[in-house]
């Protein structure tokens, strides 16, 4: 098994900025990809930005220009730095971890997910 936490949302003002975090542990041989998605109310979960281990990224055209994700592959962790934020933006924010994971004597690639951390835009 393998846990996920992600950890930095809060409240800003349209313009600020907000830095999310995450990490994964447990039982991991090596994770293909990270990132992040996020559910607003009345929507479905979105694609916001990943981060693969060779570092091939994939954002949301909504976001891209303003988000950077950034990861540590020794560490498992990830970094999505938000700049210029809007009220669009506004909603709960996931980590979503693509991984291999250690069972026994072989290796499984799963998909786990984070709690979410909420992240509100409003002036």
């Known amino acids: 098994q393998v846990e996920v936490v992600e950890s930095g949302g809060g409240s800003v003002q349209p313009g600020e900025s907000l830095r999310l975090s995450c990490g994964a542990s447990?039982?991991?041989?090596?994770?293909?990809?990270m990132g992040w998605f996020r559910q607003t109310a009345g929507t479905e979960r979105e694609l916001v930005a990943t981060?693969?281990?060779?570092?091939?990224?994939n954002y949301s055209a909504s976001v891209r220009g303003r988000f950077t994700i950034s990861r540590d592959i020794e560490k498992n962790t990830a970094t999505l730095h938000m700049n210029s934020l809007k009220s669009e933006d506004t909603g709960v924010y996931y980590c979503?971890?693509?991984?291999?994971?250690?069972?026994?004597?072989?290796?499984?690639?799963?998909?786990?997910w984070g709690q979410g951390t909420q992240v509100t835009v409003s002036s």
């Open positions: 447990g039982k991991i041989y090596t994770i293909e990809t």
């Open positions: 981060m693969n281990r060779n570092a091939g990224t």
């Open positions: 979503n971890v693509d991984v291999w994971v250690i069972e026994h004597r072989d290796v499984k690639r799963l998909m786990y």
